[in-house]
T-cell receptor, first 112, second 114 residues
Framework: DAKTTQPTSMDCAEGRAANLPCNHSTISGNEYVYWYRQIHSQGPQYIIHGLKNNETNEMASLIITEDRKSSTLILPHATLRDTAVYYCIVRVEWGSQGNLIFGKGTKLSVKP | DTEVTQTPKHLVMGMTNKKSLKCEQHMGHRAMYWYKQKAKKPPELMFVYSYEKLSINESVPSRFSPECPNSSLLNLHLHALQPEDSALYLC?????????????FGPGTRLTVT
C-alpha cells in the first residue's frame, strides 16, 4: 500500500477554510484515499474517501490532483470543534480485510 | 442507532485480574475490529471479525482473547496483562466485511494495568 506524508501540525483561524494536504506519490491506480480524524480522547471518525474525482459531503471536501499523487482535505468553515489529528490513509478498495493503517497524521489546531 | 458503544469507559486492573471489554453496534455491520492506541501514537489493529468469525489476528499475545457472540457484539477478554498493555482500546465496525475502510469507531475504553 502507498505511503502518505502529512505535515505534523497546522493552525487555522475559526471560520476560515482549513486545507490539509497529503502526499501519496506512490499511489497505484486502484488505491483510494481515505480521511479520518481523531478528536482528543475520542475514537477516530470517518470523514470522506475518493478515488480520482473530487468528493464532497456534509463534513468536508476532498480534492485529488489529476496525477493522484496528492490530495487536500478541505473543511470549509473550521470551528473549534474541528481541532483534531487528521489522518490520510491510502488503501485498495477491494483488497485485503479492511484493516486501516494509520500514519502520524496532522494535528490541526483551530484558533479563535 | 448509528453508533458504536463501548463499556466500560475506564478500567483499572491488576496483573492477575481477569476482565472483559464490551463493544456493541446495531447498524447491521458485518465486520468488527479491535484496535489498541498508546498515548500520542496512532491506533494499531489487533483483531478483525467478519461475519462473526475471526479473520485477522495481528500477532496479538494470547493474554488478549477476542470473542464475537453475535453480529452486534464484540468482546475482548483480558487476563494476566502487563503494565505496558495500558492503552486506549478502540472498537470499530464497518458495513462490509471485506474491502471496506469506512469504519465507525466507538469512544474507546481507557485501560490502566497496575
Amino acid at each position: 500500500d502507498a505511503k502518505t506524508t502529512q505535515p505534523t501540525s497546522m493552525d487555522c483561524a475559526e471560520g476560515r477554510a482549513a486545507n490539509l494536504p497529503c502526499n501519496h506519490s506512490t499511489i497505484s491506480g486502484n488505491e483510494y484515499v481515505y480521511w479520518y480524524r481523531q478528536i482528543h480522547s475520542q475514537g477516530p471518525q470517518y470523514i470522506i474517501h475518493g478515488l480520482k474525482n473530487n468528493e464532497t459531503n456534509e463534513m468536508a471536501s476532498l480534492i485529488i490532483t489529476e496525477d493522484r499523487k496528492s490530495s487536500t482535505l478541505i473543511l470549509p468553515h473550521a470551528t473549534l470543534r474541528d481541532t483534531a489529528v487528521y489522518y490520510c490513509i491510502v488503501r485498495v478498495e477491494w483488497g485485503s480485510q479492511g484493516n486501516l493503517i494509520f500514519g502520524k497524521g496532522t494535528k490541526l489546531s483551530v484558533k479563535p | 442507532d448509528t453508533e458504536v458503544t463501548q463499556t466500560p469507559k475506564h478500567l483499572v486492573m491488576g496483573m492477575t485480574n481477569k476482565k472483559s471489554l464490551k463493544c456493541e453496534q446495531h447498524m447491521g455491520h458485518r465486520a468488527m475490529y479491535w484496535y489498541k492506541q498508546k498515548a500520542k501514537k496512532p491506533p494499531e489493529l489487533m483483531f478483525v471479525y467478519s461475519y462473526e468469525k475471526l479473520s485477522i489476528n495481528e500477532s496479538v499475545p494470547s493474554r488478549f482473547s477476542p470473542e464475537c457472540p453475535n453480529s452486534s457484539l464484540l468482546n475482548l477478554h483480558l487476563h494476566a496483562l502487563q503494565p505496558e498493555d495500558s492503552a486506549l482500546y478502540l472498537c470499530a465496525s464497518s458495513p462490509r466485511a471485506k474491502g471496506s475502510y469506512e469504519q465507525y469507531f466507538g469512544p474507546g475504553t481507557r485501560l490502566t494495568v497496575t
